[in-house]
């Protein structure tokens, strides 16, 4: 009977150390887990800010092409009004030959 008692004891008190050594390792846990929070949260903010660097830049670059593309219209208009004004004068200068012509004949 006594070494039962004594075996029962002996029982509990491992049990009571497993329970100590089991909260430890759960504090461990929640403070890792905490740790890991943290890290994944610091990384979450720098990788959006690394996004939002990247499309401010590429919005800068589309700009930059819009307008780019932009001038280049504005001098392909330019040419065309320049060339549509060269043809109109040497359209008038054709038509004032084609009349002296038509008066000599």
């Known amino acids: 009977m006594k070494a039962a008692r004594d075996l029962s004891e002996e029982n ?51 700009s930059r092409w819009n307008a780019l593309k932009l001038n280049a219209v504005i001098q392909d208009k330019e040419m065309l009004e320049n060339l549509v004004e060269e043809l109109q004068q040497q359209n008038a200068a054709h038509e004032q030959e084609l009349r002296r012509c038509a008066q000599e004949l």
């Open 12 to 62: 509990e008190a491992l049990l009571e150390l497993e329970i100590v050594r089991l909260e430890g390792e759960l504090e461990r846990a929640k403070r890792t887990g905490e740790e890991h929070r943290k890290a994944a949260i610091t990384a979450a903010t720098k990788v959006h800010e690394q996004v939002s660097c990247a499309k401010a830049a590429f919005e800068a670059e589309a």
